[in-house]
Protein backbone atom coordinates (compact mmCIF):
# COMPACT_ATOMS: atom_id res chain seq x y z
CA UNK A 1 0.00 0.00 0.00
CA UNK A 2 1.47 3.47 -0.92
CA UNK A 3 2.08 5.63 2.07
CA UNK A 4 -0.19 8.88 1.96
CA UNK A 5 -0.39 11.73 4.23
CA UNK A 6 -3.73 13.80 4.27
CA UNK A 7 -5.78 16.04 6.48
CA UNK A 8 -9.40 15.09 6.29
CA UNK A 9 -10.62 12.55 3.79
CA UNK A 10 -7.84 10.19 1.97
CA UNK A 11 -8.90 7.30 -0.50
CA UNK A 12 -6.26 4.51 -0.15
CA UNK A 13 -4.90 3.20 -2.59
CA UNK A 14 -4.05 -0.17 -3.12
CA UNK A 15 -0.18 -1.42 -4.29
CA UNK A 16 -1.52 -5.00 -5.33
CA UNK A 17 -3.62 -7.70 -6.02
CA UNK A 18 -2.96 -10.74 -4.00
CA UNK A 19 -6.25 -12.89 -5.42
CA UNK A 20 -8.73 -11.97 -7.79
CA UNK A 21 -11.09 -15.04 -9.00
CA UNK A 22 -13.43 -14.28 -11.42
CA UNK A 23 -14.74 -10.95 -13.02
CA UNK A 24 -17.09 -9.68 -10.22
CA UNK A 25 -14.82 -6.85 -9.00
CA UNK A 26 -11.33 -5.79 -11.22
CA UNK A 27 -8.75 -3.44 -9.47
CA UNK A 28 -5.55 -1.27 -10.91
CA UNK A 29 -2.72 -1.71 -8.78
CA UNK A 30 -1.43 1.27 -7.48
CA UNK A 31 -5.13 2.72 -7.77
CA UNK A 32 -7.95 3.73 -4.79
CA UNK A 33 -10.65 2.79 -7.27
CA UNK A 34 -12.29 -1.14 -6.89
CA UNK A 35 -14.35 -1.15 -10.39
CA UNK A 36 -17.63 -2.98 -9.20
CA UNK A 37 -18.81 -5.44 -12.52
CA UNK A 38 -21.84 -7.11 -11.23
CA UNK A 39 -24.33 -6.37 -8.93
CA UNK A 40 -24.71 -8.03 -6.14
CA UNK A 41 -24.28 -8.00 -2.22
CA UNK A 42 -20.94 -8.20 -1.52
CA UNK A 43 -19.09 -8.48 2.04
CA UNK A 44 -16.24 -6.27 2.12
CA UNK A 45 -13.80 -6.63 5.40
CA UNK A 46 -10.69 -4.15 5.89
CA UNK A 47 -8.12 -3.60 8.10
CA UNK A 48 -6.75 0.24 7.90
CA UNK A 49 -3.15 0.93 10.05
CA UNK A 50 -2.96 4.29 10.99
CA UNK A 51 0.08 6.17 12.52
CA UNK A 52 0.49 10.05 13.47
CA UNK A 53 4.42 11.05 13.83
CA UNK A 54 3.90 13.39 17.05
CA UNK A 55 3.10 12.56 20.18
CA UNK A 56 -0.25 13.91 21.37
CA UNK A 57 -4.00 13.43 21.09
CA UNK A 58 -4.55 10.58 18.04
CA UNK A 59 -7.75 10.21 16.35
CA UNK A 60 -8.66 8.41 12.96
CA UNK A 61 -11.39 7.07 11.47
CA UNK A 62 -12.66 5.03 8.25
CA UNK A 63 -15.63 4.96 6.06
CA UNK A 64 -16.26 2.86 2.53
CA UNK A 65 -17.57 5.44 0.01
CA UNK A 66 -19.40 4.05 -3.69
CA UNK A 67 -19.11 6.39 -6.19
CA UNK A 68 -17.80 9.70 -4.08
CA UNK A 69 -20.54 9.16 -1.62
CA UNK A 70 -19.99 8.04 1.75
CA UNK A 71 -21.99 4.83 3.34
CA UNK A 72 -22.69 6.41 6.54
CA UNK A 73 -23.62 2.79 8.06
CA UNK A 74 -19.77 2.09 7.27
CA UNK A 75 -18.19 4.78 9.33
CA UNK A 76 -15.46 3.62 11.84
CA UNK A 77 -14.40 5.17 15.20
CA UNK A 78 -10.93 4.83 16.53
CA UNK A 79 -10.73 5.94 20.20
CA UNK A 80 -8.85 8.51 21.26
CA UNK A 81 -5.24 8.13 22.27
CA UNK A 82 -3.67 11.02 24.17
CA UNK A 83 -0.02 10.81 24.31
CA UNK A 84 0.65 7.50 23.49
CA UNK A 85 4.49 6.27 22.50
CA UNK A 86 3.50 4.43 19.70
CA UNK A 87 0.64 6.91 18.48
CA UNK A 88 -0.29 3.90 15.78
CA UNK A 89 -3.87 2.43 15.99
CA UNK A 90 -5.51 -0.07 13.57
CA UNK A 91 -9.14 -0.33 12.33
CA UNK A 92 -11.23 -3.09 11.47
CA UNK A 93 -14.55 -3.82 9.82
CA UNK A 94 -16.74 -5.92 7.95
CA UNK A 95 -19.60 -4.99 6.25
CA UNK A 96 -22.44 -6.19 3.69
CA UNK A 97 -23.97 -4.12 1.01
CA UNK A 98 -25.19 -3.90 -2.14
CA UNK A 99 -23.56 -2.84 -4.98
CA UNK A 100 -24.14 -2.20 -8.92
CA UNK A 101 -22.35 -2.80 -11.98
CA UNK A 102 -20.22 0.06 -12.75
CA UNK A 103 -19.99 1.19 -8.97
CA UNK A 104 -16.46 2.34 -7.54
CA UNK A 105 -15.97 1.41 -4.20
CA UNK A 106 -13.27 2.85 -1.98
CA UNK A 107 -12.15 2.97 1.45
CA UNK A 108 -11.16 6.43 3.01
CA UNK A 109 -9.39 7.35 6.02
CA UNK A 110 -10.54 10.00 7.96
CA UNK A 111 -8.83 12.29 10.20
CA UNK A 112 -8.13 15.86 11.13
CA UNK A 113 -4.64 15.03 12.57
CA UNK A 114 -1.72 14.29 10.26
CA UNK A 115 -1.81 10.34 9.34
CA UNK A 116 0.45 8.50 7.55
CA UNK A 117 -1.60 5.41 6.46
CA UNK A 118 1.00 2.65 6.70
CA UNK A 119 -0.67 -0.86 5.41
CA UNK A 120 -4.40 -1.55 4.71
CA UNK A 121 -6.16 -4.29 3.14
CA UNK A 122 -9.49 -4.83 2.04
CA UNK A 123 -11.41 -8.24 1.30
CA UNK A 124 -14.28 -8.24 -0.96
CA UNK A 125 -16.32 -11.43 -1.83
CA UNK A 126 -19.46 -11.63 -3.28
CA UNK A 127 -21.79 -13.55 -1.58
CA UNK A 128 -25.16 -13.15 -3.91
Known amino acids: MEIIQNFGTTAI ?45 FNFNAILSVNNEPIQDTFNESPVIRNSPSNRMTLTSTVIIRLQAGDILRLNGVSIEDIRYDNARIDIEKIA
Request: hydrophobic fraction near 30%.
Open 13 to 57: KFSQNNIIEGTAISHTEGSDEILINQTGIYQVSYQLYGVQSVSGT
